[in-house]
């Protein structure tokens, strides 16, 4: 059974940093892309950043691209999120996920795994 453990959440003020990892574990891990999505409550989980393949191809959404950076080790099956220049708005809890194949690499319903969250909290 595959799982997906996230881990590095905290408190931080707003102009700070955090970085965020992601472990997979299980039996097969040919992910095609692994991607860090958030959630405010009663909000929909939306994609943050992506790494497809080796993890060359990067994505982004709009309101993090410059800021944070995403890579993927796929010898140790792992994601990480360099998360730079915090806001106040960044604050959700952030869900590793992960795909056997790609399709679109934002839509939350093309995954097929999940971890189960890391609070972050932006806040002075």
């Known amino acids: 059974q595959v799982q997906l453990v996230e881990s590095g959440g905290g408190v931080v003020p707003p102009g700070g940093s955090l970085n965020l990892s992601c472990a997979a574990s299980g039996p097969t891990l040919d992910f095609s892309i692994m991607s860090w999505f958030r959630q405010n409550p009663g909000k929909e989980r939306v994609f943050v950043a992506g790494?497809?393949?080796?993890?060359?191809?990067?994505f982004y959404s709009d309101s993090v691209k410059g800021r944070w950076t995403i890579s993927k080790n796929n010898a140790k099956n792992t994601l990480s999120l360099i998360m730079k220049d915090l806001k106040s708005e960044d604050t959700a809890v952030y869900y590793c996920?992960?795909?056997?194949?790609?399709?679109?690499?934002?839509?939350?319903?093309?995954?097929?795994?999940w971890g189960r969250g890391t609070q972050v909290t932006v806040s002075s």
């Open positions: 790494a497809w393949g080796r993890g060359v191809t990067t």
């Open positions: 996920a992960a795909a056997r194949v790609l399709h679109r690499y934002n839509d939350r319903a093309d995954y097929d795994y």
